[in-house]
């Protein structure tokens, strides 16, 4: 079921529940639960009204849900739908959960720990660790979490958020040696790479502080202990968290529900660590937390700008209305990509919102080509396939062991916009695979032959697989089995038929590649604007590449694409900035999903 049909379904049973006969009613219900399908906490009314083109105007709209037993205001208890002060309409449990994250948030920032060191001795551990005038931003980010409860540290690829944390680390145990320290991230394949990440930073501290460092993530879900077949967790506001620092990384592919009930069992003694890339593409599910979080936050206050100047660090302070101004840190130097690079340079003309300036930045580029022509596509996608997939090719013919297949499989990829459609996941999946078979690199006798990859499409928490897990199939003594990564080095083997929903993965959408990284990428357009190409779909592909991207698509549609903002509306940046407050009720309404 497409996200347009889950939509109309979950519309239609809103509305039978509700019991809705006006019109305009029965439109503005569809439209929220519409909405909230594609990734929106809340909806607009006056927003609503312009798009939609109803005939009653802002003022009419609140009057109408005003009088409406199915409507409540901020804080009640038992109402499918919650409109605030500023005209935003939800399904009640998206209200209660954006409340619960802001007040877990301000009030994390309200506490104070203990500092890891005396300010003397912090002061020198920073320029120890952090000697060069180039890490000044890591530095930063690194004084802030150990003076707070919380810090969130955004940055794009390449601008050495693993090492900052890694270096967080070794300073925070330093003077807690003893600390519970747990790692996460969103899906399986980002927190294997968070792993491995730290692991390699970790090599350039004193070995017996990177002894002490953790090395293994878990998935947030696996971190709370969730139960898939009652969605409720082991941790929670009850039984909270064992850890006195919690690590979590791709902080932008967390909805608004998963982190109100990270927050809920995170205890207020301990420190919590969020790291991101606030103009990726967020979290598929309603929400877009980190970006709220980041929304208003540049700059320091000047109390906390003059403490950190006393050990050493020079920021900038500027009033702001948002709560956490203290706890945001953005990373901005790029080590991955080269002063001038191509692709670095593009993506910075997409972060500044400059639609022709990135084009512009297409010109004369060496490492980003823009292919329009359509048999030139043809010919373009098939040199790609052969050149990009050649290494993966190679280790299949010559019996490379399953892990070093997977490792040479994982250095290129081919990413879509939609999972459907002529261009889409599917239709390309196929086109790459019979592309792979005519020149003779891979067999296509069995579906699930040697060397073919995997992507697991579902949680299994008994078998520990999870959704975005990438495997290969290859032969054993005991028949095909799919081989997996496992944290120790060592092939995890499944039967196909153990395995949970799974498919074909030469392709992926780039909402699915979030969390990865290859050398090389192509990113597939459509033939048409379906409404969800965005500057931040095509900054999240472009920045899955460390060294070359190929586009195939339309130059008019790619513009496009970079002119228009994906903004999830939500009200979580208001409720950071706003005085007043309306307690979230543990009971979130009777409708909603």
Request: proline share 4%; net charge neutral; aromatic share 6%.
């Amino acid at each position: 079921m497409s996200t347009g049909e889950q939509g109309e379904f979950l519309a239609r049973q809103a509305l039978r529940q509700l019991d809705v006969s006006d019109k305009v009613l029965q439109q503005l219900v569809t439209y929220l639960v519409r909405a909230t399908v594609e990734g929106h906490s809340s909806v607009r009314l006056d927003r609503f009204a312009a798009e939609e083109q109803t005939a009653v105007d802002l003022t009419g709209l609140t009057s109408l849900l005003a009088k409406q037993d199915f409507v409540g205001e901020p804080g009640e208890r038992d109402t499918p739908l919650i409109l605030d002060s500023n005209s935003r309409l939800y399904l009640a449990r998206y209200w209660h959960y954006e409340r619960a994250v802001a007040d877990a948030l301000i009030e994390r920032a309200s506490q104070v720990l203990p500092s890891p060191a005396a300010g003397a001795d912090m002061a020198a551990g920073l320029s120890r660790l952090f000697p060069q005038t180039e890490e000044a931003d890591q530095k930063t980010a690194v004084a802030v979490a150990a003076l707070r409860p919380l810090t969130i540290i955004s940055g794009g690829p390449g601008t050495g958020k693993t090492t900052t944390v890694t270096r967080l680390l070794s300073l925070l145990m330093s003077g807690q040696p003893d600390a519970r320290v747990a790692l996460a991230a969103p899906t399986g394949k980002a927190a294997a790479r968070v792993s491995e990440s730290i692991r390699s930073a970790s090599q350039q501290l004193p070995g017996d502080v990177a002894q002490r460092l953790p090395t293994d993530a878990v998935t947030v879900h696996r971190l709370l202990g969730v139960r898939p077949a009652t969605n409720r967790c082991h941790y929670d506001k009850d039984r909270q968290l064992p850890y006195d620092i919690v690590v979590i990384d791709e902080g932008s592919m967390i909805g608004v529900a998963l982190m109100s009930r990270l927050l809920a069992a995170l205890p207020l003694s301990s420190r919590l660590i969020i790291l991101g890339d606030k103009d990726q593409l967020d979290s598929v599910d309603p929400g877009s937390v980190l970006s709220d979080i980041c929304s208003d936050t540049t700059g320091f206050s000047s109390d906390f700008a003059t403490r950190l100047a006393g050990l050493g660090v020079q920021v900038e302070s500027r009033p702001t209305l948002s709560r956490l101004q203290d706890c945001v840190v953005e990373l901005r130097h790029s080590y991955r990509y080269q002063a001038g690079g191509g692709i670095g340079r593009l993506a910075q003309a997409i972060q500044r919102g400059k639609a022709g300036e990135a084009m512009a930045a297409l010109e004369n580029n060496d490492q980003v080509r823009l292919v329009e022509d359509t048999d030139e596509q043809d010919r373009v996608l098939r040199e790609q396939v052969r050149n990009g997939y050649s290494d993966y090719a190679s280790a299949v013919r010559g019996g490379a062991g399953p892990l070093q297949q997977l490792d040479a499989f994982d250095r290129f990829r081919f990413l879509c916009a939609y999972r459907h459609g002529p261009t889409g996941v599917e239709r390309i999946n196929q086109i790459v695979r019979q592309a792979l078979a005519s020149e003779g690199l891979v067999e296509t006798s069995r579906e699930w032959g040697p060397g073919v990859p995997v992507l697991v499409k579902r949680n299994d928490y008994t078998a520990k697989l999870f959704n975005g897990d990438i495997g290969i199939v290859t032969e054993t003594d005991d028949g095909l089995r799919v081989a997996f990564p496992g944290s120790d080095g060592v092939a995890r083997l499944f039967p196909l038929s153990r395995l949970p929903e799974h498919e074909l993965v030469y392709a992926m959408t780039v909402h699915k590649s979030q969390g990865s990284e290859f050398n090389r990428v192509v990113l597939v357009l459509p033939d048409e604007d379906k409404g969800l190409l965005s500057r931040e779909l095509i900054y999240t592909a472009l920045t899955r590449a460390r060294q070359g991207v190929v586009i195939l698509g339309q130059r008019a549609l790619l513009e496009k694409a970079l002119a228009r903002q994906r903004l999830k509306s939500s009200g979580l940046a208001a409720m950071l900035a706003c005085a007043d407050r309306s307690p979230a009720s543990p009971q979130q309404g009777s409708f909603g999903f």
